[in-house]
Each structure stands twice: as structure tokens, then as C-alpha cells.
């Protein structure tokens, strides 16, 4: 295990980037400029100062138009058409657009951190080694191809003409809160739990990680973050196909931000709104905090709200972000 942890994920790994020969695949990831900011490209930022804090609608600038596509398209070729779109030409249409979202939600953050810098600065932030981008590509594109067909064997009808509810930020908000409470649990269970310590071990050995390290782990635990957890929430919480869809977007988008490490105080777009009067909302600095401990020793287990672990105990302190150290008069385009 020791030898893994050498290779993996760390400070100064991406020199790889400066040079003029690269394959293929590190090559399309060097043009698309999606490779996270090493501390040398990130901004300076002084611990002491106020950080940046942006509301939930704020960020909806950004996702939003990109999340409602697949629907728009669904419903104008059911008003011409009179019928829906193939299955097959629906999943192209949801695994393209969430590709997208996905690899222009790291271009946006990774602008966050060239303008605000990272949280808990004064340490490396860890960058992708040459050997590990191929995993880091094939976790991009299955779970780009996951989801989509997750929410096709889920609810998808081609009898149903393309709907969305009047009530879709509060099917959006109570989906989120079952997906975090079954993703708490079973998180929870791998740190607390000595025989599931190793399912989760991997992830943990980027003790500060950036967007592209997001899915960063082995193949049992990638499986049930992309496909396990959002499939049990479902059936607790069943919502219908372009209200699925939809949330699958906003979920790839604030699952990219939790692994950001991007100095700025923002929320999840889908229940921030809701939680951040009471003080449950989860920011960036939330699950960066819970990285920097390994087994026993973390907290924050949720991943989109901090209402499970305020209701259970884990909820922990933040260091930067805290009320006081907050401006609201910043903006948020990078």
C-alpha cells in the first residue's frame, strides 16, 4: 500500500504538464485546461483574510441552463413529434451534457482558486501524476455513462410525455437530503468501522484534494458513489425521469465543488437554500476538513448538507470560513 501512496495523488506531482511530448490523453487534458492549479498557479491568499462567501442562487448562474437541456430538447421534439425521443438518443443527450457540465464545473472551480486561492494554504495542495490520468479519465466518462443510464432503468418512460413539477426545488431538496443520509451512513461506516476502513482507505490518501480527485478511490467504492447511493436514495425519494435528470446534473456539479479545495465560503445549490439559515448547509471547507483526518480521527461525513452530521455529532468546527471571516461583497465569476 505504501508504494501506491507514493505514486498517487500529491504536491508538485503534475510537472508532467510542462513538457512538449505527451500522449494523447494528457495532452486533451493540458488543452482543455481542466488540470487543477498547483500552488505556484493558485492565488496567495492570507489565511487571516476574510473569505469570499457567494449564495446558492448566485451559483445557479452557471449550472443551471446547462442541467434543464435534456429536458427543453425532450419537450419541444414531443410538441413537434408527438412522441419522445429514443432511449438511445436520450442517454447521448444526458451522458454528453453531464460530460460537459462536468469538465466545464472544473475549468469554473479550478478559476475560483487561480482568483481565491485554496483553503488551508500554507500546505500543498495535491495535483494528478503522470501515471494516474488514465484512471482519472475512465472515472470521468463512466460516471458520465453511469448516471444517465441509472436514470433511464430507474424511471424512464417512453410513454410519458417530458414533465417537470411545479415543486422541483423541493423534490431536488428532499431527494439530496435521503442521497446524504444514505451516503453518510455508509461513509460513516468505512471510518468507523475497522473491516470497511480499506474500501475507503484510497480516497482518503489525498489528504488535500482537488476536483479532478474527486472520484479518486477503488473500484467498489467509485461504484457506489456514482451508482449505490444515488440508486437507494431514489427508491427512498422516487422522483420522475427530467426531475431525476435534472438532479443528476446539479449532483455532478456540487460533487465536483466538495473536492474543489477552492478558498470560498458556497453551498450546495440544492440545499443551501433551505439549510443555511439553520446553519446545516455544507460548503467547500466542510469536506475539506474531513480529508485532512484519515480513520478515526474525521468528521463531516455528509457530502451535500451538514444535517445528518449536526443531528448525530460529527459536525465539526470550520477554520477559515466560520461567520465572522465571511465577505458577501465579493463576486463570483472567476
Sequence with gaps: MSSKVRRGPRPGADTW???RKLPFLHWGFKLFNILPPNQQEAFKADPESKMPAFSEFNQLIFPAPIAFVPFLVRYVYYQYYQEVPSVMVTWLMIFFGILTLGMMSIHEYNGYVRKYGYLD?????????????????????????MRPTMAIIACYDPKQ?????FWLP????????????TYYWLHRLCHEAESCWHIHRL??????PTTMLLGYADHFQEFVDLVGSPMISWTMCPLGFDETVVWLFFLTYVQLGGHCGARVHMG???????????????VVEDHDLHHRHGWKDAYNYGKQTRFWDSLYGTAG???????????WNVGLRP
Design 17 to 19: 504538464k510542462h513538457e
Design 121 to 145: 494554504a500554507n500546505s500543498g495542495r495535491d495535483t494528478v501524476p503522470f501515471e494516474l490520468m488514465p484512471k482519472v479519465a475512465f472515472e470521468i466518462f463512466t460516471a458520465s455513462m
Design 161 to 165: 410525455p417530458p414533465s417537470l413539477s
Design 170 to 181: 423541493l423534490q431536488l431538496f428532499m431527494l439530496t437530503l435521503a442521497e446524504d443520509f
Design 203 to 208: 480516497h482518503h490518501t489525498t489528504k488535500h
Design 268 to 282: 450546495s445549490v440544492m440545499t443551501g437554500p433551505y439549510l443555511r439559515l439553520f446553519g446545516l448547509d455544507l
Design 317 to 327: 468546527d470550520r477554520v477559515e470560513g466560520f461567520d465572522q471571516n465571511l465577505d
